[in-house]
């Protein structure tokens, strides 16, 4: 009997180390040596591989892994037929959508699409670019920038369409943005024959369950305190939270411990006020995983 096994493909770039964490606060334990293309798992049913993001959607779609994450910008580059199985919102600085943008030298004429007529455009997504300046019926050439793209204008393109997450480093080459052709998150996909093997899809399934686990515990924390009965209703006004707080009585009569769930950007606001309303012995303590 054959050992199963699920082929999996992590983004290597600018999504990797992002990735790695996600993994690892999911709860996974990942080696990897500098030199290697081949992430071991403590999970022996999970074979692993660094592909590229801009490629992986074409390997999945052909079923040379089973599964993998990418961006949605590189989904629809490719035109790839697979399986979005779930949308992961992080990136390599935070947890937020990055933006493909048209830029130009904050000194250039081009002050809207229609002027790249006959212009030169360079970009590392030339078929979701071109597409984009079709729909604008602008004419232009599209060149396919193998990195740096950000110096390249003047001299070897009019104008580019890059990846911003911050914008910063658009401003730190004196580039303005024109517009924004789309937005992209990270997506988990699957090759359509595997998501119908009743393992791998469980399998699929748990993973994802896990990474979005780890994921909505990346902003929020645990709070614990003690409170004594006849402050509790003041305190529960203080307290937004998932669901209802937790309650439970201590040893000491008359008194209640309370744990919570809450966004950690709330923290440092509401403590101060919880201490005011009579609680004590407040801990705060971080989430690997929140599953609703």
């Given at each position: 009997?054959?050992?199963?096994?699920?082929?999996?493909?992590?983004?290597?770039?600018?999504?990797?180390?992002?990735?790695?964490?996600?993994?690892?606060?999911?709860?996974?334990?990942?080696?990897i040596s500098s030199r290697s293309y081949y992430p071991e798992f403590d999970d022996?049913?999970?074979?692993?591989?660094?592909?590229?993001?801009?490629?992986?959607?074409?390997?999945?779609?052909?079923?040379?892994?089973?599964?993998?994450?990418?961006?949605?910008?590189?989904?629809?580059?490719?035109?790839?037929?697979?399986?979005?199985?779930?949308?992961?919102?992080?990136?390599?600085?935070?947890?937020?959508?990055?933006?493909?943008?048209?830029?130009?030298?904050?000194?250039?004429?081009?002050?809207?699409?229609?002027?790249?007529?006959?212009?030169?455009?360079?970009?590392?997504?030339?078929?979701?670019?071109?597409?984009?300046?079709?729909?604008?019926?602008?004419?232009?050439?599209?060149?396919?920038?193998?990195?740096?793209?950000?110096?390249?204008?003047?001299?070897?393109?009019?104008?580019?369409?890059?990846?911003?997450?911050?914008?910063?480093?658009?401003?730190?080459?004196?580039?303005?943005?024109?517009?924004?052709?789309?937005?992209?998150?990270?997506?988990?996909?699957?090759?359509?024959?595997?998501?119908?093997?009743?393992?791998?899809?469980?399998?699929?399934?748990?993973?994802?369950?896990?990474?979005?686990?780890?994921?909505?515990?990346?902003?929020?924390?645990?709070?614990?305190?003690?409170?004594?009965?006849?402050?509790?209703?003041?305190?529960?006004?203080?307290?937004?939270?998932?669901?209802?707080?937790?309650?439970?009585?201590?040893?000491?009569?008359?008194?209640?411990?309370?744990?919570?769930?809450?966004?950690?950007?709330?923290?440092?606001?509401?403590?101060?006020?919880?201490?005011?309303?009579?609680?004590?012995?407040?801990?705060?303590?971080?989430?690997?995983k929140v599953i609703p």
């Amino acid at each position: 009997m054959s050992k199963k096994l699920l082929k999996l493909g992590l983004p290597k770039g600018s999504l990797q180390e992002s990735t790695l964490k996600l993994f690892r606060k999911a709860g996974y334990h990942i080696n990897i040596s500098s030199r290697s293309y081949y992430p071991e798992f403590d999970d022996a049913s999970i074979s692993a591989m660094l592909i590229r993001a801009q490629e992986m959607a074409g390997y999945v779609e052909n079923g040379i892994i089973d599964c993998g994450l990418t961006g949605k910008d590189w989904i629809m580059e490719q035109g790839a037929s697979v399986q979005e199985v779930t949308e992961l919102i992080y990136a390599k600085e935070g947890l937020r959508p990055v933006k493909w943008v048209l830029a130009v030298p904050n000194d250039s004429k081009i002050k809207k699409v229609k002027d790249l007529k006959g212009k030169r455009v360079a970009t590392e997504l030339v078929n979701f670019t071109k597409k984009y300046l079709r729909s604008q019926g602008v004419k232009a050439v599209v060149d396919f920038s193998w990195g740096a793209t950000e110096v390249k204008p003047p001299q070897l393109a009019d104008a580019i369409v890059e990846l911003t997450e911050t914008g910063s480093s658009l401003r730190a080459n004196n580039l303005r943005i024109v517009d924004t052709l789309l937005e992209s998150t990270t997506r988990f996909i699957a090759n359509r024959k595997a998501w119908k093997n009743p393992w791998k899809r469980q399998k699929i399934e748990n993973i994802v369950l896990l990474l979005k686990g780890a994921l909505a515990a990346e902003e929020k924390v645990g709070l614990k305190m003690n409170v004594p009965e006849g402050a509790i209703k003041k305190i529960m006004t203080l307290l937004p939270s998932m669901h209802s707080p937790t309650i439970a009585p201590l040893t000491d009569k008359g008194w209640y411990a309370i744990d919570v769930v809450l966004d950690e950007r709330t923290v440092r606001d509401i403590i101060p006020r919880l201490k005011k309303a009579g609680a004590t012995g407040i801990v705060e303590y971080a989430l690997n995983k929140v599953i609703p």
